[in-house]
Structures are given as C-alpha cells and as structure tokens.
C-alpha cells in the first residue's frame, strides 16, 4: 500500500457543511430507518457531529446529551453507536473521546500529541489538526524517515487536500505544515542539498518524537485501515527495534 492512500476521509466537506447554530436533530424521518444497520449509521453521523460541535465550541460533552441526540428510545443501540462514533473521531482526527469526570459523566475530546490549544494550534473556535499531522508522521516512516515535499503533496491530493487553497479544518495547508508544525517542531524542513532547482524534504521533528513513536504512528495507521499493525511487516520491525532501543526499556 502506498503512502498516498491511505487516508480518505471527506471530513472537510462535513464540516463545512455545518451550521453555526447547534445543528442537530435526533430525528429521523421513517423512510431511513428502513433497516437497522442505515438508522446505526446515521446516528453514528448525527453524534459525530456533535461531539465536533461541542469541541469547537471548547465545551464538555455530556453523557444525556449523546442520549439526546441518539434518541433515549434506542438506549439499547447507544453503545454501539457511541463506539463507532468515537473511533472513526479518533481516526480523523487523532484525538479521543475520553471520560474526564466519571460521577458526572462529562466526557471531553483529547489530542493524541500535545499540539496547542488541544489540537486546535490557535485559539479560537476550530477543530484540531492532529489527524493531519498524525498522517503526515506516517507518510514521512513510510518513506524510509524522509518524505520528499512533492511526495507529501501527491498525498495530500489524495486527501483532497490541496496547494494554496483554504480550509475550514486546516486552513491554509502550506503555511500550516511548512510553518506552524515546523515551529511546534513536530517537523523538519530542509532543502534537499545540491538541488537545483530546489528541492525540499520532511522530517520527524524533536518533538514528534518526544510525543509518540514510530509504533504508536503504525497503530494509527493500521486503525485508519482495519488491519493489524504488523502487516506493514517491515516498518512493523522497525517500530519494533526502536521500542527495544527506546530509553524507557533500557535497564538501569
């Protein structure tokens, strides 16, 4: 499998398809419900939604809030459709739903790196940017630790992601990746030397590598693609080795 298809998640086009306004509605007219497994699906779609709208809007999510949107006639099928919901988050975005107070039942949606703001980079109402750089960390291991730039990119056209135009998750993709990832120092940008005309190469930058490891990346990877990491045989040994050599697994 090639680095530039692995990811294709059309998230973007949901999200800006949504409205300011809490654009919800637990709903759903009869002819959907025609079989169970399309009603699953969209109220996997409908709390997907709302966890996202709820992370814009840096609020805790409630668990009779996700029953709301369900619909507490069907709290029968809630867990299944809370499983679903938050694992495809997870594998868009790289952030988990997690459970922050138990007695009250508040759940909130949790970076998988440290990036500022909780994933989000700049302050403000937005949705976080781990799921790109989680990708872009896989795409640079797969490519032998060093991602040519024209390499990134023909991956990211796979994303429907493009060069020089704006998103409502992204923003601007170049400036995101070439500026504030690289000032995060999540990722490195050299120019490839000797070239000319000029060439330019991704790195995993220092702090990517404080912050996960080349087996939690295959983890993500494999999640994204619902196989088992060590499929990626050979990147799976090199995760491998690098565990072993890991500071943590060292004697004292």
């Known amino acids: 499998m090639t680095s530039a298809g692995i990811f294709n998640t059309g998230s973007d086009e949901r999200a800006n398809s949504r409205d300011e306004e809490y654009p919800f509605s637990s709903e759903v007219s009869p002819s959907t419900e025609s079989s169970c497994s399309n009603f699953i699906n969209i109220k ?14 840096k609020q805790h999510i409630m668990k009779e ?25 997870e594998v868009v975005f790289a952030v988990d ?8 039942h508040l759940y909130d949606l949790v970076s998988k790196l440290k990036l500022p703001n909780n994933g989000r980079i700049h302050v403000g109402k937005r949705l976080p940017k781990t799921g790109l750089l989680m990708s872009f960390l896989v795409v640079i ?34 400036k995101l990746i070439t500026q504030d990832f690289v000032r995060l120092k999540y990722l490195e940008h050299h120019q490839v030397p000797c070239s000319y005309p000029a060439h330019y190469q991704f790195l995993w930058g220092p702090r990517a590598y404080t912050e996960t490891s080349k087996m939690k990346v295959l983890e993500y990877l494999a999640e994204v693609n619902g196989i088992a990491p060590g499929a990626f045989s050979s990147q799976y040994e090199e995760a491998l080795q690098d565990e072993e050599e890991s500071p943590s697994h060292r004697c004292s």
Not at 44 to 57: H, I, R
Request: hydrophobic share 35%; proline share 4%.
């Open 141 to 174: 291991f797969l490519k032998d630790n060093c991602a040519n730039e024209e390499d990134t990119w023909k991956f990211l056209d796979m994303m429907q992601i493009y060069d020089g135009k704006k998103y409502y998750m992204y923003g601007e993709p170049r």
């Open 97 to 104: 739903l997690k459970e922050v107070n138990p007695t009250c």
């Open 44 to 57: 996997v779609g409908l709390l997907e939604q709302f966890l996202l709208y709820k992370f814009e809007m």
């Open 65 to 89: 809030d996700m029953l709301k949107i369900v619909n507490p006639r069907y709290q029968n099928q809630f867990a299944e459709i809370h499983r679903r919901a938050s694992e495809h988050i």
